[in-house]
């Protein structure tokens, strides 16, 4: 509105005229009239109210269409991140395939109401499928994190109960069951596969802690054969010297 601030930008017009060398207050009185009705008329002027309105439809729709496609566009690649990672895909997952050909039409439509509702409707179903893949990845990860520790205990051939028959096997099992990548099969088998890799940690560990106090042991004992040694030759020596001194 044309309210007491909005003066300022016209009023002043006036106050350089009055206050400039030479004061010519009729000019000022002139520029700020013409600039005052220049305002006046852009505000009212039917057409450039129905432009600036046009401007701001337009602004507004842009804004929604940019909205939308953003959030179109998110889900869309979410959807093909999880499809890409195609060994921890369900079995039947034609769904979502179709799910990410649908959206990626409505994207070329560039229709924003459209648009918001299938990246609604489309959330869900991503939600589960993200859920699946994860569920998949973490069993896949257990099982392969056994596997590794299994297999580095195994070779350590000079710290092994004499039989390794029984883990042996549980190896190859592991390895069959990672193979069949089943989500449910391989959490399990991960899980009842913890305690028994665990029980031949133990036994390892215990195996080694003995070899290397029975290494310090041989040790301190060559050791004390060593400074026997020595004190014996010194011993020698100085006996030596002291006769040596009598004569």
């Given amino acids: 509105g044309f309210e007491k601030r909005a003066h300022k930008t016209h009023t002043q017009l006036f106050d350089r ?3 400039g060398t030479p004061k010519d207050p009729v000019r000022g009185i002139i520029e700020m009239m013409k600039s005052t009705d220049a305002y006046l008329w852009d505000q009212t002027d039917p057409v450039r109210i129905a432009e600036r309105a046009e401007v701001a439809r337009q602004a507004e729709e842009a804004r ?19 499809l890409a990672a195609k060994s921890h895909l369900p079995s039947a997952s034609s769904s979502y395939t179709q799910l990410l050909s649908d959206a990626r039409k409505v994207q070329g439509r560039n229709n924003p109401t459209e648009m918001v509702a299938f990246s609604q409707s489309m959330t869900p179903s991503i939600d589960v499928l993200a859920a699946i893949v994860d569920r998949h990845k973490d069993a896949e990860t257990a099982l392969k994190g056994q596997i590794a520790r299994l297999d580095g205990l195994l070779a350590q051939e000079d710290h092994l109960p004499g039989d390794t028959s029984e883990y042996d096997t549980l190896l190859t099992d592991a390895k069959a069951e990672l193979s069949r990548s089943e989500t449910n099969s391989m959490s399990a088998f991960a899980s009842s596969m913890k305690s028994k890799v665990s029980t031949l940690e133990s036994q390892v560990d ?5 070899a290397a106090t029975m290494g310090f042991l041989k040790g301190a004992a060559a050791a004390a054969v060593i400074l026997a040694i020595l004190a014996f030759v010194a011993i020698k020596r100085r006996r030596k010297a002291y006769f040596a001194q009598l004569k």
């Fill in 17 to 19: 005229a009055v206050q």
């Fill in 206 to 210: 215990k195996s080694r802690s003995a």
């Fill in 64 to 82: 929604r269409l940019r909205t939308a496609r953003s959030g179109l566009d998110r889900e869309v690649d979410r959807l093909s991140g999880l």
